[in-house]
């Protein structure tokens, strides 16, 4: 059994900031890729930010020089510090991660998803 837990999320003000975090937990040899996703109500599920497992970042442009991606590989957490809140990032984010498990199956996992909401 493998999973991903979320948490961090909140309701902040336009400006402000928040920081996700993501635990992968359970059977894990290895993991690849970890990235976060979000979805605003009436609208697809987006990629925000990922990072490799040697530390490459890729953001959305619309977070660009707001957001950041990181991750502990020694914890298997990937953080998202979220900066300059505006209410266009109101959604659900969600963490994802391929996990190579111990028996070395490869997993495509999702966190259940931590709520931002950004007042103006």
């Known amino acids: 059994q493998v999973q991903l837990v979320e948490s961090g999320g909140g309701l902040v003000q336009a400006g402000g900031s928040l920081r996700l975090s993501c635990a992968a937990s359970g059977s894990i040899f290895s993991i690849n890729a970890m990235g976060w996703f979000r979805q605003a109500p009436g609208k697809e599920r987006e990629l925000v930010a990922d990072?490799?497992?040697?530390?490459?970042?890729n953001y959305a442009d619309s977070v660009k020089g707001r957001f950041t991606i990181s991750r502990d590989n020694a914890k298997n957490t990937v953080y998202l510090q979220l900066n300059s809140l505006t209410p266009e990032d109101t959604a659900v984010y969600y963490c994802?991660?391929?996990?190579?498990?111990?028996?070395?199956?490869?997993?495509?996992?999702w966190g259940q998803g931590t709520q931002v909401t950004v007042s103006s």
């Open positions: 990072i490799s497992s040697g530390g490459s970042t």
């Open positions: 994802n991660a391929v996990v190579v498990t111990k028996s070395l199956n490869t997993c495509n996992l």
